[in-house]
């Protein structure tokens, strides 16, 4: 059974950083596509940032050059490092297994919130 668990959220002024993790168990980790999605309120589901089993990295434009993912195999964790962080930013962040699309028969953790405010 895939279980992903995110941790790291919190409220953060425009222009603060945050660090995202995502412990996976369940699935062989390093051998899978994980990406990070999110929910702004009320709003649907909108991919990240994703990263590949060989380690390539994949951004949407809107976080491009602010957000980093990156992924310790050895730990089965999945990471996202968040600068710059902008008032849309705001919602509740995802780890996703097995997609570099928001995909809904995909495992996906319980999520952790991001708070950017001015």
């Known amino acids: 059974e895939v279980q992903l668990m995110e941790s790291g959220g919190g409220e953060v002024q425009s222009g603060g950083s945050l660090t995202l993790s995502c412990g996976a168990s369940?699935?062989?980790?390093?051998?899978?596509?994980m990406s990070w999605v999110r929910q702004a309120p009320g709003k649907g589901l909108e991919w990240v940032s994703g990263?590949?089993?060989?380690?390539?990295?994949y951004y949407s434009d809107s976080v491009k050059g602010r957000f980093t993912i990156s992924r310790d195999n050895a730990k089965n964790t999945l990471y996202l490092q968040l600068n710059s962080l902008k008032i849309e930013d705001t919602g509740m962040y995802y780890c996703?297994?097995?997609?570099?699309?928001?995909?809904?028969?995909?495992?996906r953790g319980q999520g952790t919130q991001v708070t950017v405010s001015s």
């Open positions: 996703q297994e097995g997609s570099l699309a928001v995909c809904t028969t995909c495992g």
């Open positions: 369940g699935f062989p980790f390093s051998r899978s596509t």
């Open positions: 990263v590949d089993r060989s380690g390539t990295t």
